[in-house]
């Protein structure tokens, strides 16, 4: 571990790694026109409550012109506003409204892939026309007899054996064509061909466009996407001898992002956020975050996996070991040179108190166990909407009641194929990992449809909104929602803040296992944070030969405790005491 410092040069500071960051799906956070679907003027309705929060950045899932065969995520067209969503004016009317409030916007970039409705797609079906070579486009396989599969010609066999992300195979054949293009997600989002010179014109353009407008910076979905495998890209029909997560981080995707960076966000102050998928090594981490990188920050997957097994119903245990030392290997990777994103929770995961908490009985305990873990690792923080009033997983109890294809595609398939019997044997693994669970809409009271629309809901209403909802936990002074409002002015708005945001990470008693406690420093400011992962009591200490200094000797000054500040939390001897099922507290030792 290297020293503490508190010199201003080593700090690296940056408004976005001072930022608490809040995540908007607009389908689900508040509808106006009573359609059932979320939009851009419910947003307006909902900029105040943005603020009374404390938020500084607000992240906006993709709100352009899509047909929403993965909703938003496959865009027709990145200079619209989706007509469900409003217009382009109410969407400068948001842009203003957060700037006046001092709140800074992300919106999505979703590059890796269009809409097959996209004006460019369209064309592309025309091998003569410019656009034909924005998308990859392949020869099948006639050398594998006996093919059965999904709408090629008669013993043609996709180019290669690549799975798409949502299921069934990564290629579909265009008649016109006579070939096959490549979509790593739904059959509606065809791949663009970052190989193409033009499309990365295209595309740094439209960002252009979108920064012209006063943005301040982008979430780039799937990023690490864009440059395909030579096996493909070298290749007509493919080599076959890849596996799709070869798509990840590609032989070109360092230089496709300095080039991005080089071309469009180099002389402006902007968030470049990059979502990651695969599991990455610190060097690659490094390459796209790290100071000479690209990029502000990034989303991986590492502790998100960790309860999914190979099928979208299939879960696995997790213990607080595996949770720790997927934080530990970020925390200590990045503790030089790059910078974390700090999440438990977004759009494709389920609600994190479900998951990491416990919703039942210690509901309010743990989302504020975990809301503590959010805010005091060390990274930018992301609230998802909702989390702030701990909302929970959905009771799912039909297929019917699913509205994401990453669920509906392959559990259609398996029961189509026979794999799975019944929608019962799987119905517990869809509770617990569909993407359904997020989506869910906003609680903001305790009415009919909870405040979120009038009409009738694109996705159902959480029954326990009755109880769980903005209005009667902005009540109750002890409420979730109150407490991650402390945990915002701690981190951004007192004596600690600073090594709360910049001090290093120090794991303590790596292998208990209940109990994750970690030192932050920042020259002589040391804070001791400790959560206990556990439905009952459990004890911890700081060990003396895992520290720089005598835990014997140290003052123990309560800043936060979930259970609120008394005398179990405030009278401890800082080298060794007891938590409280799912107690988390926040000590500054001096
Ligand atoms: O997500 C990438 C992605 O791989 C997830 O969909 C993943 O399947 C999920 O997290 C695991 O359950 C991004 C977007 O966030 C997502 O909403 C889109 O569907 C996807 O890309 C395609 O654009």
Request: net charge negative.
């Amino acid at each position: 571990m290297t020293a503490s410092t508190t010199d201003e040069q080593l700090l690296d500071r940056a408004w976005w790694k001072e930022s608490v960051i809040y995540q908007i799906y607009p389908r689900s956070f508040n509808d106006t026109d009573g359609d059932g679907v979320g939009d851009i003027p419910g947003i307006i309705e909902k900029l105040d409550y943005l603020d009374d929060l404390g938020v500084d950045i607000i992240w906006l899932n993709p709100v352009y012109e899509s047909p929403n065969a993965d909703n938003g995520y496959d865009i027709a067209d990145y200079q619209s506003i989706m007509d469900e969503f409003g217009t382009i004016d109410d969407w400068e009317e948001l842009l203003d409204g957060l700037h006046d409030r001092d709140i800074k916007l992300i919106m999505d970039l979703v590059v890796n892939h269009t809409s097959d409705e996209h004006e460019w797609f369209v064309d592309a079906r025309d091998p003569d026309s410019d656009y034909h070579d924005y998308y990859i486009w392949k020869q099948g396989r006639t050398d594998v007899g006996g093919f059965t599969g999904h709408l090629g010609p008669e013993d043609e066999a996709p180019p290669n054996e690549w799975e798409s992300f949502f299921g069934g195979p990564a290629w579909a054949y265009d008649e016109d064509v006579g070939k096959w293009y490549l979509h790593l997600f739904d059959e509606k989002q065809p791949d663009l061909n970052w190989e193409n010179p033009d499309v990365r014109d295209e595309i740094f353009e439209m960002m252009e466009w979108w920064l012209e407008k006063g943005i301040d910076g982008f979430r780039m979905d799937v990023i690490n996407l864009l440059s395909k495998p030579d096996s493909v890209t070298k290749h007509d029909p493919p080599r076959n001898d890849t596996e799709v997560w070869e798509t990840f981080d590609g032989p070109r995707m360092q230089e496709f992002l300095d080039e991005m960076h080089d071309r469009v966000l180099a002389d402006r102050d902007v968030f470049a956020l990059g979502e990651m998928m695969g599991r990455m090594d610190m060097e690659t981490a490094i390459d796209y975050v790290g100071r000479d990188g690209p990029l502000s920050t990034l989303f991986h997957f590492d502790h998100v996996l960790l309860d999914h097994g190979g099928e979208i119903w299939e879960t696995n245990e997790w213990t607080l070991n595996d949770l720790r030392d997927s934080f530990n290997r970020w925390q200590y990777g990045l503790a030089e040179d790059g910078w974390n994103s700090i999440y438990l929770s977004n759009h494709d995961q389920p609600r994190l108190v479900s998951r990491f908490g416990n919703d039942d009985e210690y509901r309010e305990a743990s989302a504020k166990l975990l809301a503590t873990l959010i805010f005091t690792l060390r990274g930018t923080p992301y609230i998802f909407q909702g989390a702030e009033i701990g909302m929970t997983n959905y009771p799912f109890d039909s297929l019917e009641e699913f509205r994401d294809v990453e669920t509906i595609n392959p559990v259609r398939n398996a029961l189509e194929s026979g794999e799975i019997e019944h929608f019962d044997d799987i119905k517990h693994g869809l509770r617990h990992n569909s993407r359904d669970n997020a989506r869910t809409p906003m609680q903001w009271d305790d009415s009919e449809n909870a405040g979120f629309t009038d009409g009738e809901p694109w996705i159902g209403v959480n029954p326990n909104h009755d109880e769980i909802n903005v209005e009667a936990a902005r009540a109750d002074k002890d409420s979730i929602w109150h407490y991650y409002r402390d945990l915002m002015d701690l981190r951004k708005d007192s004596d600690v803040s600073d090594v709360l945001v910049y001090g290093d990470y120090e794991v303590l008693i790596n292998d208990h296992e209940e109990v994750w406690s970690y030192v932050r420093t920042l020259g002589g400011e040391r804070l001791l944070v400790t959560l206990n992962f556990a439905e009952f009591e459990s004890h911890t200490w700081i060990p003396e030969y895992e520290v720089e200094f005598n835990p014997h000797e140290m003052e123990a000054e309560l800043l936060v405790c979930n259970y609120g500040a008394d005398e179990r939390a405030t009278d401890v001897d800082a080298a060794a005491f007891d938590l409280r099922p799912w107690e988390a507290r926040i000590y500054r030792l001096r």
